[in-house]
């Protein structure tokens, strides 16, 4: 089976650009989620996505946004971009319940300039 | 709230050396535990997990076993080589994952 894939690898942005993310889980796998990666807070949870509805939702501010479309892909949304939205962001897919392994994609790396 | 705590490193071991990372999660519930591996530019890979007390994972040599008793899941390894270089992060999964800080792990030749 393909891995996760996440699309684009890289991306650059200037301050108060809006950025969007995707992410093509494994086939077969309906929950989505989506993490933040940064050297000062390490791993943080933004949310996850099965089935196309939200099922849980990190301690971020209301400019990370996502989506669940019906063949599970997902996006995510950062708006009026900030430097500190600088980070790897990590989408993983699982088939379904919280507590199975989670696969990770490689990540897009963001920089806001 | 459920967490995990590791230690944070980093740490640096001659080739053949043995490896000990320490987890500890605090939890309401019956997690699972698991362990990730990221290699330099990847995204996490699972390297092992464990879904009840007294299970142990096991993978590429490396292994961990859930104690239910002292809450933790510690990382060994009994001979570590060049290629195991890598952070490592322990991660518990209930109502949703939770990450410990990573522990770095170079390993020397």
């Known amino acids: 089976k393909a891995g996760v894939t996440q699309t684009p690898r890289y991306l650059i942005k200037t301050r108060g650009q809006q950025v969007t993310l995707s992410c093509s889980p494994i086939?077969?796998?309906?929950?989505v989620s989506w993490y933040q990666q940064t050297p000062g807070q390490g791993l943080q949870f933004l949310f996850e996505?099965?089935?196309?509805?939200?099922?849980n939702k990190g301690n971020f501010p209301g400019r990370f946004s996502g989506r669940q479309f019906s063949n599970s892909r997902s996006e995510m949304n950062v708006s009026t971009l900030e430097l500190g939205d600088s980070a790897l962001y990590l989408c993983?897919?699982?088939?379904?319940?919280?507590?199975?392994?989670?696969?990770f994609g490689p990540g897009t790396r963001l920089l806001v300039l | 709230g459920d967490s995990v705590t590791q230690m944070e490193g980093p740490v640096t071991l001659s080739e053949e050396a043995f490896l000990t990372i320490n987890c500890t999660y605090t939890?309401?519930?019956?997690?699972?535990l698991f362990w990730y591996v990221q290699y330099p530019g990847e995204g996490l890979q699972l390297l092992l997990k464990?879904?009840?007390?007294?299970d142990k994972g096991s993978n590429k040599g490396f292994e961990a076993t859930y104690r239910k008793e002292t809450t933790s899941f510690h990382l060994e390894k009994g001979s570590v080589q060049v290629s195991d270089s890598a952070v490592y992060f322990c991660?518990?999964?209930?109502?949703?994952?939770?990450f410990g800080a990573g522990t770095r792990l170079t390993v020397k030749p």
């Open positions: 993983a897919s699982s088939p379904g319940r919280v507590q199975e392994t989670q696969y």
């Open positions: 086939s077969g796998h309906r929950s």
């Open positions: 996505y099965f089935s196309e509805t939200q099922r």
């Open positions: 939890a309401t519930g019956y997690p699972s």
């Open positions: 464990a879904t009840k007390a007294d």
């Open positions: 991660a518990l999964s209930y109502n949703d994952m939770r």
